[in-house]
């Protein structure tokens, strides 16, 4: 405990946005002999677990990689499995992350989706629109350079003059509109890559990677990340 509470108080400067891609839990099932599904599901139920700690770490914005565009090519019933769980998870769980002020947005596209997956999106980000605490993210049939193609053929058709484009204006058109930046990205899982995720909103980002598969990533692990956040130097360019 006294541990715990001493690397907390290390980290002055949380960052106030954190994107996590949540890696490995096919991996961690293969590991168990487990089903694939089976790992998915420990995911999503180590999802609340992260997200309710890094909100008592005085993390602001949260934004979680859950489906991407690229993942409609798995084989299709994983990805049936995979959306019902994801369902199954946003009807369980909307009513106590609104209970606890929590503000859920979606972050991609509802084409492809069934049509009651869509009314359980709407129906979350609805219910708490208005809440003023952490706000969650779920970058659901989500892709970074669609995200950006979908904000400039909103641009063309509004037929905005091209010297009124700046990047606040650009900021407007994406989905993540009204959200700060990525301070922190966190991979967990051991891969070294951002795979197309807000390629756009992390520029400036700070990146941590981790071999730990994303169902055994907790408490000490967070504080990992968040420690090592804390020790770098954010020049943004400057000197």
Request: net charge positive; hydrophobic share 35%; glycine share 8%.
């Amino acid at each position: 405990m006294m541990a715990t509470q001493s690397l907390k108080e290390t980290v002055l400067h949380p960052p106030q946005h954190v994107a996590i891609i949540m890696d490995g839990n096919r991996r961690w099932a293969e590991i168990r002999g487990l089903p694939q599904l089976e790992g998915h599901r420990q995911g999503l139920e180590n999802m609340r677990s992260v997200v309710s700690y890094l909100g008592d770490r005085q993390v602001k914005y949260v934004t979680i990689f859950a489906f991407s565009t690229e993942n409609w090519s798995r084989p299709r019933d994983e990805v049936r499995g995979l959306l019902r769980l994801l369902e199954e998870r946003i009807e369980q769980e909307t009513q106590e992350f609104h209970r606890r002020g929590v503000k859920l947005r979606h972050l991609g596209s509802l084409d492809k989706l069934s049509p009651s997956l869509r009314r359980s999106i709407k129906k979350a980000v609805g219910l708490t629109k208005s809440n003023t605490g952490l706000t969650l993210s779920f970058a659901f049939n989500y892709g970074g350079r669609s995200e950006i193609l979908h904000a400039v053929r909103h641009l063309i058709s509004e037929k905005i003059p091209p010297q009124d484009i700046d990047e606040s204006l650009f900021d407007n058109y994406l989905y993540t509109t009204g959200l700060p930046d990525v301070d922190l990205l966190i991979r967990t899982g051991g891969e070294l890559r951002i795979s197309n995720f807000l390629i756009w909103q992390m520029a400036y980002s700070e990146y941590y990677f981790t071999d730990v598969l994303w169902p055994d990533f907790a408490g000490k692990e967070i504080d990992k990340a968040l420690l090592a956040y804390s020790q770098r130097q954010r020049r943004f360019g400057r000197l």
